[in-house]
């Protein structure tokens, strides 16, 4: 699985509207972060932060960002037949006493 990194950058103000700020977290929060560069400007927008985050995706990963993979719970997948155990006595019998042989 490749990670193909990529690049956002945001702009925050201290005498800003919460919102952006509110919008960075949100991002943080839904991406896998490789790194985040901040720099103190004074330009024609005004005092502020840039933020240039590089983030991770992978380009296998068909889940939007954010989301959780679905699960598998193997109980239910690997459940033996009814009335059969999973592993019969005959071939625990038989694992343990390969050990005993490779052990001594």
């Given at each position: 699985?490749?990670?193909?990194?990529?690049?956002?950058?945001?702009?925050?103000?201290?005498?800003?509207?919460?919102?952006?700020?509110?919008?960075?977290?949100?991002?943080?929060?839904?991406?896998?972060?490789?790194?985040?560069?901040?720099?103190?400007?004074?330009?024609?927008?005004?005092?502020?932060?840039?933020f240039l985050?590089?983030?991770?995706?992978?380009?296998?990963?068909?889940?939007?960002?954010?989301?959780?993979?679905?699960?598998?719970?193997?109980?239910?997948?690997?459940?033996?037949?009814q009335g059969?155990?999973?592993?019969?006595?005959?071939?625990?019998?038989?694992?343990?006493?390969?050990?005993?042989?490779?052990?001594?």
């Amino acid at each position: 699985m490749a990670l193909l990194t990529q690049y956002v950058s945001f702009y925050v103000s201290p005498f800003g509207e919460k919102s952006v700020t509110d919008e960075l977290n949100a991002f943080l929060r839904s991406h896998r972060i490789v790194n985040v560069e901040k720099k103190m400007i004074d330009g024609e927008r005004g005092t502020g932060w840039v933020f240039l985050i590089e983030y991770g995706t992978s380009s296998e990963s068909k889940n939007s960002p954010g989301a959780s993979p679905q699960r598998t719970d193997y109980r239910e997948v690997l459940n033996p037949v009814q009335g059969e155990p999973l592993f019969p006595e005959s071939w625990i019998y038989a694992s343990i006493s390969i050990r005993w042989i490779t052990v001594f």
